[in-house]
Nanobody, 127 residues
Framework: QVKLVESGGGSVQPGGSLRLSCAVS????????IGWFRQAPGKEREGVSC???????YYTDSVKGRFTVSRDIAKNMVYLQMNGLKPEDTADYYC?????????????????????WGEGTLVNVSS
């Protein structure tokens, strides 16, 4: 059974930082890509970041230079370090057993036939 559990969200002032974590079970990260998505109130879901099977990382333009995705294969954990947070980063953040999003000007997708989502963690950036 595949399960993803996000944590680390919260309320922060603009310019602050948060580190999201995603504990993954039933789906090995070794040799597989995994993505972070977010959905803000009233907006469509968007792909934020992807760490590919070869550890190449991808970011949507709005977070590039501020967010860093990483993973620990031994612990089967994925992380999203978010610095310089802005009010427009306010959203529910999800880790997902696939990647999908506009990275470097083109749509990029990695899918292994399994589309599992965590329940999300809320990030609220406001003064």
């Amino acid at each position: 059974q595949v399960k993803l559990v996000e944590s680390g969200g919260g309320s922060v002032q603009p310019g602050g930082s948060l580190r999201l974590s995603c504990a993954v079970s039933g789906f090995s990260l070794d040799g597989r890509a995994i993505g972070w998505f977010r959905q803000a109130p009233g907006k469509e879901r968007e792909g934020v970041s992807c760490i590919d099977d070869d550890d190449t990382t991808y970011y949507t333009d709005s977070v590039k230079g501020r967010f860093t995705v990483s993973r620990d294969i031994a612990k089967n954990m994925v992380y999203l370090q978010m610095n310089g947070l802005k009010p427009e980063d306010t959203a529910d953040y999800y880790c997902v057993t696939r990647c999908g999003g506009y990275f470097n000007g083109a749509y990029y997708s990695r899918f292994y036939g399994m589309d599992y989502w965590g329940e999300g963690t809320l990030v609220n950036v406001s003064s």
